[in-house]
């Protein structure tokens, strides 16, 4: 049993920022990478950021420049701080995690997302 818990979400004003956490938690042998996506009314859930226990990361380039994503690899937390928010950035970001339960037993966790509003 893995629990991915995220937290942060809330309506802000274009420009604004807010900061998204994700803490893993269960029978976790090691993780080997977390991220976040996102999921637009009406669009396909898409990537946003991924960072590795080995330390790289990896965005999407929409939010190249505005979002950062970093690690607490003891506390199995990822965060994401959203600067520069726009209006096109509102949707429910889902945190992700690929980990091992046992070995060689491996596989991807989501949480259950949180809703970011940024309006105009």
């Known amino acids: 049993q893995v629990d991915l818990v995220e937290s942060g979400g809330g309506l802000v004003q274009a420009g604004g920022s807010l900061r998204l956490s994700c803490a893993a938690s269960g029978s976790i042998l090691h993780i080997v990478a977390m991220g976040w996506y996102r999921q637009a009314p009406g669009k396909q859930r898409e990537l946003v950021a991924t960072?590795?226990?080995?330390?790289?990361?990896n965005y999407a380039d929409f939010v190249k420049g505005r979002f950062t994503i970093s690690r607490d690899n003891a506390k199995n937390t990822v965060y994401l701080q959203m600067n520069n928010l726009k209006p096109e950035d509102t949707a429910v970001y889902y945190c992700n995690a690929r980990l091992y339960t046992a070995p060689g037993v491996w596989d991807d966790y989501w949480g259950k997302g949180t809703l970011v509003t940024v309006s105009s």
């Open positions: 960072a590795t226990s080995g330390g790289s990361t």
